[in-house]
């Protein structure tokens, strides 16, 4: 088995923390708080979530949460409907309205970010996108092991 560089650790560390950097750079310049933009992220990746649901994945209160909702509502970025399995149950969803700028942001980065992966071979992009699913789960498992809940 490989032994990782002595400076693996360090260059990670960098890694999560441009990408956090950038993502909050990238809410503030579409006039969003962190929140609200992880918020809308994550009703485009799930189609539907009850704000329960949303909370969860936040790791925010339920009524943290309906602010949050209420917000992008607001904006015209989601909007609230019947469960299309429940019609009890109320549900959140991303709208097709765009957030004026953000196809131009995502471009960009996509643009600077893309030789990095443009330079793997097909089994450098596969073990690439396994570490990513693998992490997702592991990054979950440590959230809630803090006691928060799960994105």
């Known amino acids: 088995m490989p032994v990782d560089p002595p400076d693996a650790s360090a260059t990670y560390r960098r890694y999560l923390a441009a990408v956090v950097t950038y993502h909050l750079a990238a809410a503030t310049r579409l006039g ?26 936040l790791g925010l209160s339920p009524s943290a949460t309906t602010r949050v909702v209420d917000r992008l509502v607001g904006l015209g970025l ?55 699913e693998r992490a997702t789960d592991g990054y979950r498992e440590a959230t809630a092991r803090l006691g928060r809940p799960r994105a």
């Open 78 to 132: 989601a909007a609230r409907g019947a469960d299309p399995d429940d019609r009890r149950r109320t549900v959140v969803s991303a709208t097709d309205a765009a957030l004026p700028g953000l196809d131009d942001q995502l471009a960009d980065v996509r643009e600077l970010v893309g030789p990095a992966l443009a330079g793997l071979d097909d089994a450098g992009r596969t073990a690439l996108g396994r570490y990513f």
């Open 32 to 57: 969003l708080g962190a929140t609200d933009y992880q918020a809308h992220s994550l009703l485009g990746l799930h189609g539907h979530l009850s704000t329960g649901e949303l909370a969860g994945h």
